[in-house]
C-alpha cells in the first residue's frame, strides 16, 4: 500500500474532506481484507515522489499494490513511469471525490495503467480497493 504527499496527516489534514480516519486505521482495515485471503500489507507512505519510487521498486515482488497517489496523480510522470514498470496489478485509490472538486484535480495521468480506479468512498475506498485487488489476484 503505497501513498503520497500529505497521506501521513489523514485524520488531521482538512477533516471535512479525507474524514477522520487516520492513515494506521486505513493500513488496519485493508489488513482485515487481505490477511484472511493471504496477503500481507507493507504499508508506506512518502511525500516525496522520488521515494515513493524507490520504495515500489524495492517490493516489485509484491503481488499487487493499492496506491494513493494524492497530488501526484495530476503530474507524477515518474511515479506514473515506474508504475508502467511494475508488472503487478495494482488499484488507484482516492478518498475525495476528485470529480467533485477543483477541475485540476479531476485527471489522473496514472489512472489509465491501473486495474482499477477507486474515488470519492472515503476511507472505505481503500477496502473497496482492497477487495478489488484480492480480487484480480485470485480469479482464475
Same mark, same amino acid.
Given at each position: =500500500? ?5 497521506? /501521513?496527516?489523514? #485524520?488531521? +489534514?482538512?477533516? &471535512?474532506?479525507? /474524514? ?6 486505513? &493500513? ?14 507493507? @504499508? *508506506?507512505?512518502?511525500?516525496?515522489? #522520488? &521515494?515513493?519510487? #524507490?520504495?515500489?521498486?524495492? !517490493? %516489485?515482488?509484491?503481488?499487487g499494490a493499492i496506491?494513493?497517489? $494524492?497530488?501526484? =496523480?495530476?503530474? #507524477?510522470?515518474?511515479?506514473?513511469? $515506474?508504475?508502467?514498470?511494475?508488472? +503487478?496489478?495494482?488499484? &488507484?485509490? !482516492?478518498?475525495?471525490?476528485?470529480? %467533485? +472538486?477543483?477541475?485540476?484535480?479531476? *485527471? ?7 486495474? @482499477?480506479?477507486?474515488? /470519492?468512498?472515503?476511507?472505505?475506498g481503500y477496502v473497496?480497493? @482492497?477487495?478489488a485487488l484480492v !480480487? ?5
Open positions: =500500500m503505497l501513498n503520497g504527499p500529505n497521506l /501521513g496527516r489523514l #485524520g488531521q +489534514r482538512v477533516p &471535512e474532506i479525507y /474524514g477522520t480516519t487516520t492513515l494506521a486505521e486505513i &493500513e488496519a482495515s485493508v489488513r482485515a481484507v487481505t490477511e484472511p485471503a493471504g496477503f500481507g500489507v507493507i @504499508a *508506506k507512505q512518502s511525500d516525496s515522489e #522520488g &521515494e515513493l519510487i #524507490g520504495i515500489l521498486n524495492a !517490493h %516489485r515482488d509484491c503481488a496506491v494513493n497517489p $494524492a497530488a501526484l =496523480m495530476i503530474a #507524477g510522470w515518474s511515479l506514473r513511469d $515506474a508504475l508502467e514498470d511494475y508488472g +503487478r496489478p495494482w488499484v &488507484e485509490v !482516492h478518498i475525495s471525490n476528485i470529480y %467533485r +472538486r477543483e477541475e485540476f484535480r479531476q *485527471k489522473s495521468v496514472l489512472a489509465p495503467l491501473a486495474s @482499477a480506479v477507486i474515488v /470519492g468512498a472515503g476511507p472505505y473497496l480497493a @482492497a477487495h !480480487h484480480v489476484l485470485t480469479a482464475t
